[in-house]
């Protein structure tokens, strides 16, 4: 039988060419709260059995006269529930913010222990995971927190996408990388004023056929930087993510947007609105018949060498490498 390779350890003999790690947690869903809201923060102990993640948000979204408040909200929080299996992450203020050294320095030594992830807005280069894993090494330590906290990065500027690879590799600390496509779109200068999603007007059109209307075709203004993310993230054994999807009236193609990204690599995304934790929850999970057909596969070439037919569809090596990534997302889903 075939073995996953880790980064770190050398190749068995026979073992096939290196592929994607299975995720050892799910996080398909990242959902954000506000905590300098108090009914907010009431709801966490109900939030904790739906959602794989939650993510305490510090930085954009909370007004600059609740900076202090959202922190201690976040602190009071994080001490008074227990989470159990579910993940705590908080999103800090940028690094160029007057709030963000307090926002890590309080964070860390007051309820260190309990946070498993730092989400840093507005990475720009890898110098910017170094002085928070400095930081973050320095007050573990002076803190006693006994688990290494991550660094989850946003990519969402035009400089950070340029530096993605560096960015993965910066350190050991790093989880993985999210997509924030309302900041990047800023940042490029792109001309839209959404969070996330598809823009009517970014579209091909088909060749004219007579006089017949010409048919036009919606692109994926995201397809670029998802794919360069994902493939920045997996070979540096990090994890993609996509980001936030801002309207909440439109449930369709909010579900079309993480789908693509799922189809694409990324295992999870932010829910910014409870209506899309069902929905991230439905698309982050493979589909029973897709599970099915990669259980076939598998079935078909038990040590994972070959080439067989299944329904007229041929199947070798890598698409039993395919079939294994749906097969171990399935049994984490069930387990
Ligand atoms: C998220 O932070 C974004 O800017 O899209
Ligand atoms: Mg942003």
Known sequence: MK????FYKPLAIGAP???AEPPVALERMIHFVPPHIEKMRAKIPQMISQVDVILGNLEDAIPADEKLNAREGFIQMANENDFGSTKLWTRINSLESPWVLDDITEIVTRCGNKLDVI?????????????LDQLLAQLEAKAGVTKPIQIHAILETAEGVNNVEAIATASPRMHGMSLGPADLAASRGMKTTRVGGGHPDYQVLADADGDAPRTRYQQDLWHYTVAKMVDACLAAGIKPFYGPFGDFSDPAAC??????????????????HPSQIGI???????????????LRILEAMPDGTGAVMLDGKMQDDATWKQAKVICDLADLVIS
Not at 3 to 6: E, I, L, P, Q
Not at 121 to 131: A, E, L, T
Not at 283 to 292: D, G, L, Q, T, Y
């Open 17 to 19: 060419t290196p592929f």
């Open 3 to 6: 073995t996953y390779r880790s």
């Open 280 to 294: 991230a929850k439905s698309v982050f999970s493979p589909e029973p018949e897709e599970v099915k057909f990669a």
């Open 255 to 272: 579900e079309a947007q993480f789908r693509n990204s799922f189809l694409m690599g990324c295992l999870g995304t932010w829910t910014l």
């Open 119 to 131: 989400m840093l807005p507005k990475v720009n280069g890898p110098w910017d995971i170094h002085y």
